[in-house]
Every structure is written in C-alpha cells, then in structure tokens.
C-alpha cells in the first residue's frame, strides 16, 4: 500500500553541534532507494508502508543509538491504489491553480 510520510526527526539541542548527527540520518533516508524529499522542516518518504516506517526507524537510530534525546514527529498519508503521491499532489495543485 502507497504511504508517503511527512517525518521530522530532530535531535534536542542547541546550536550546530548535532548538525553531524543530523546530516548521518539524512544519509540513511537517501541510501534506502526510497523516494524522498528534504525541506528545512520535514523529509517526505514514500513507499510501501513497511519499506517507509523502517527507513524512519533506521535513520531515528542514527541519533537514539548515540545516546541523543530525539523527537520524531510522523504524518502519514495512506492511498490504496495510488502510486507516486508525492509529485501527483502537486501536480494536482498546479492544474487547479493554473485554472
């Protein structure tokens, strides 16, 4: 089943000294093979829902198994029978607004 999750995984902190930790679990998201997208706030991964939620499990341990206190905040968007939901929704966007 297609599961695009919007995740931001965020190491408690101050200043750029957890920047290392962060840029190792960007690493593991862009290793999985999954399709994903990074902005300041939050990764978009889509994929099947098991392929998805062990990538974010993956990358969260990069930061937990280094004994950082870590929030992870997950929102999921599950559609039976589609695929490519991340480029479609904005490509869905960009049609009404171009109306």
Do not use: H
């Not at 960007?26 to 991964?45: D, N, P």
């Not at 994929?47 to 499990?57: A, H, I, P, S, Y």
């Amino acid at each position: 089943m297609n599961t695009l999750i919007a995740v931001a995984i965020a190491p408690f902190g101050v200043g750029d000294e957890l920047s290392a930790y962060v840029a190792e679990a960007c690493k593991v998201i862009a290793a999985s093979g999954l399709k994903y997208k990074t902005c300041s706030m939050f990764t978009e991964i889509e994929g099947e829902w098991d392929e998805v939620m062990k990538c974010v499990k993956d990358a969260t341990m990069v930061l937990a198994e280094k004994g950082i206190r870590t929030e992870v905040i997950l929102k999921a968007d599950i559609r039976p029978g589609y695929t490519n939901t991340m480029d479609g929704k904005i490509q869905r966007l960009n049609e009404q607004l171009e109306k």
